[in-house]
């Protein structure tokens, strides 16, 4: 399995950028993916996961009320709404999978891993 992220970019702060992350290869419509991010100098976090198309586990409270996962099994594609950015958004944002059910928070749990794409919000 393969993820490829876009969607990164400089926005102001209050502003909203969505990302995408596609798959490509063997995925299951029940595996679990999801995003971190890792800002300088910082280790990675957990901001979301999702199983399905409607099953959502709880974002990290940093980002919660202001982001949104999504996916869209048809696609293979998973999408990271951003709204009310604030500059300590800023980090590379990657995309995750692992087979499986749980929506598990911990970086170790996730084999795959995409690139990453920077989100930079400008005060």
């Known amino acids: 399995v393969q993820l490829q992220a876009s969607g990164g970019g400089l926005v102001q702060a209050g502003g909203s950028l969505r990302l995408s992350c596609a798959a490509s290869g063997r995925i299951f419509s029940t595996s679990v993916m999801g995003w971190f991010r890792q800002a300088p100098g910082k280790e990675r976090e957990f901001v979301a996961a999702v199983r399905n198309r409607w099953v959502t586990g709880p974002s990290a409270d940093s980002v919660k009320g202001r982001f949104t996962i999504s996916r869209d099994n048809a696609k293979d594609t998973i999408y990271l709404q951003m709204n009310s950015l604030k500059p300590e958004d800023t980090a590379i944002y990657y995309c995750?999978?692992?087979?499986?059910?749980?929506?598990?928070?911990?970086?170790?749990?996730?084999?795959?891993w995409g690139h990453g794409t920077l989100v930079t919000v400008s005060s």
């Open positions: 995750v999978a692992r087979e499986g059910t749980y929506l598990h928070r911990s970086a170790e749990s996730y084999p795959t």
